[in-house]
């Protein structure tokens, strides 16, 4: 097996490169740890893949990108399925991009077998481009493909930013598979974390084409695999992943697949609609939307239109999940879904397909910006602020009370793309150039702190923002290092705030064990446990490869500056959570009653403590000695 992980360091501004190797353990293992090390250095922007990347491990192909995030402000790590099949056959482990490109460009990059890596740094007309065929980013993936697809032997892979890299610090990263010549309509993003914005605006850099045909040593001894998965689970490989896959593909239990599917089917009273609103309402009439405008509509049409006809796509590599869901070009998730659905006062798909589709040709972080859209929605029906001043033309109908499901999930879907033109159309007036938070701030210094109390985010440092992931539990807004994806614990139950700390703090190393190993999470029903054993098998490093994994998470952890929640709706968030686990749920833990009562006797002290026994859980479990 590869004993070296190979990087290639691009300056950007002068198309100088060169390949440095390391040791595989020594100390780095994958593209976390390493991609740490050189974004500490360098302040470099980091993409690469898994020791175990074009092996024959099922969901080993995710292509990993790291480095100091622009609206997070700490150090992140975001992920996009499959682009690291093709990226393989570039025959390094990472590239590592410093410095910036004078003009906006598209970044080449080839191999053929025998031969070095081809890097050209090629300047594009971005704001024409944008302006073409299908525009934004898919505008872009179109143009680069035309422009360099002819070079390559082999289907390549194109990651391209959209017009919200340049406006925004939360611009995504977007790629799609591309078959027999054609680009598909899965799209799969590295959508937390701004990386977009950072590819264009910290390197010059608005395409990646890459590709090649070098051929890397990569394990693909299936009788040698298939005899550690029958020693650990009684299975083989394919079996194992096929069970442990079930929910992404399709779940008999609840007749839907997917993470659309299965949340929405699961969610109940649990779910939170026109943003966050939901929590001050009763049980019952939570209960009734779920099953009048989900269950009845938005998840009726998504299994008629998907799930049935068995419309479901993989993100490039061969993979059994096939989780994703698609109706024509619109794929389907739930945090998108979610967020440009029933948090924006939409329950209707066609309605959601259309906001998300805008959303996704800009380019933005589609959780990111559905935060925001719900959050200024509410600032719209509240009258906190005027459809002049943000730019549109209508207040969203924004109560569950008399909604017509079509209709008046289409006139908020409007709203929210005409919210999306004014971000990008008029900067001066929606400015999100240093983040949401800053313009909550500066808004609420204007007109009043309400405006900012109604938006929910995770504040890290002076002006780092993140909409968190869209369960309603504590785990969602903990004081993490990394906050945004799935390195913390989001289970419904209540644990004490500490214990909640602590269960981050662990879910982060597990995390942390598939990304540094480059894999899809939705395989970690074996891939969690088997890693260090297949490590052991492969490399004899089982016992460093772990340890390796606890000072990562500490030394991310080392830079952690969350910031106390800053937003009412952050602590009502909290609260509410609290009071249904015990009034709905009947939960009668005594624990659970104290906070309860501490809360009602003064609500920002008891956030306050719960939010520092969080961070205390956090800080006792991620000590480097
Ligand atoms: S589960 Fe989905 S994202 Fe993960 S490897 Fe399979 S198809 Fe790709």
Redesign the pocket.
């Known amino acids: 097996m590869e004993s070296h992980q190979k990087v290639l360091f691009i300056d950007a501004a002068t198309a100088y490169y060169r390949i440095n190797r390391f040791i595989v353990g020594e100390p780095f293992f994958g593209p976390i740890d390493l991609g740490l090390h050189l974004a500490g250095r360098y302040r470099s922007l980091n993409i690469g893949t898994g020791l175990l990347a074009g092996s024959i491990f ?2 080993a ?2 292509l990993f990108f790291n480095g100091f995030s622009p609206c997070w402000t700490g150090f992140y790590v975001s992920s ?3 682009a690291g099949l093709v990226f393989d056959n570039l025959g390094v482990n990472m590239i590592s991009i410093v410095n910036r490109a004078s003009v906006p460009s598209i970044l080449y990059l080839n191999r053929n077998r025998g031969e070095e890596v081809e890097v050209r740094i090629e300047p594009v007309r971005i704001q024409k481009v944008w302006q073409e065929g299908r525009r934004g980013i898919y505008a872009l993936m179109d143009y680069t493909f035309e422009r360099f697809g002819e070079y390559y032997s082999n289907d390549p892979r194109i990651l391209a930013v959209g017009p919200a890299s340049v406006i925004t610090d939360f611009g995504a990263v977007d790629s799609v598979p591309i078959s027999k010549g054609k680009l598909g309509f899965a799209d ?1 993003w590295a959508g937390r974390g701004g990386f977009g914005s950072k590819l264009l605006q910290e390197h010059g850099i608005a395409a990646i084409i890459y590709g090649g045909t070098f051929i890397t040593e990569d394990f693909r001894d299936r009788k040698v695999a298939d005899q550690w998965f029958i020693d650990k689970y009684q299975k083989k490989l394919a079996a194992k992943d096929l069970e442990a ?1 079930t929910k ?1 593909r399709f779940d008999p239990g609840f007749q839907t697949g997917g993470t659309l599917g299965v949340n929405f089917a699961t969610l109940a009273g649990n779910m939170v609609s026109f943003n966050y609103r939901s929590i001050f309402m009763n049980e019952q009439e939570r209960l009734d939307i779920h099953d009048k405008f989900i269950l009845d509509h938005y998840l009726k049409q998504f299994n008629e239109e998907t799930i049935v006809p068995k419309k479901q ?5 061969p ?6 869901k698609m109706h024509g070009k619109y794929k389907k998730d739930y945090e998108p879904y979610q967020v440009m659905g029933p948090l924006s006062g939409i329950f209707d798909q066609r309605a959601a397909e259309k906001l998300n589709h805008h959303a996704d040709m800009y380019g933005f972080d589609a959780i990111s910006v559905g935060g925001v859209v719900s959050w200024l929605m509410e600032c719209l029906y509240e009258g906190y602020l005027t459809p002049k001043e943000l730019g549109v033309k209508q207040i969203p109908v924004f109560s569950h009370k008399d909604f017509n499901i079509a209709t008046d999930s289409m006139h908020n879907a409007d709203i929210g793309i005409a919210l999306l033109d004014s971000i990008i159309e008029k900067p001066n007036m929606v400015n999100l150039k240093e983040g949401a938070r800053k313009f909550a701030r500066q808004l609420s210094k204007d007109k009043g702190k309400q405006i900012l109390n109604a938006f929910v985010y995770n504040a890290y440092a002076r002006n780092g923002w993140m909409v968190p992931n869209q369960y309603w539990t504590p785990g969602v807004l903990s004081p993490m290092p990394i906050m945004g994806k799935y390195y913390m614990y989001y289970g419904k139950d209540f644990l004490p705030p500490r214990d909640l700390g602590r269960k981050n703090a662990d879910r982060f190393k597990k995390e942390l064990i598939l990304d540094n190993l480059g894999m ?4 970690r029903g074996w891939a969690e446990e088997m890693i260090p054993e297949i490590l052991e098998s492969l490399y004899g490093l089982k016992k460093k490869f772990l340890k390796t994994i606890s000072e990562t998470a500490s030394r991310i952890n080392g830079r952690n500056s969350s910031v106390f929640w800053e937003s009412d709706r952050n602590i009502d968030l909290i609260y509410t959570f609290l009071k249904r686990k015990q009034t709905v749920d009947g939960n009668n833990d005594a624990e659970l009653a104290k906070w309860i009562g501490r809360f009602e006797a003064n609500k920002k002290e008891a956030a306050l403590n719960f939010w520092y026994e969080i961070h205390k859980g956090i800080h006792e479990s991620l000590k480097e000695y």
């Open positions: 099922p969901g192909n995710r996009m399925g499959g799969t896959t992404y796509k993989t993100c490039g590599e993979c059994v999940a096939v989780c994703k899809c999470r939705f395989h």
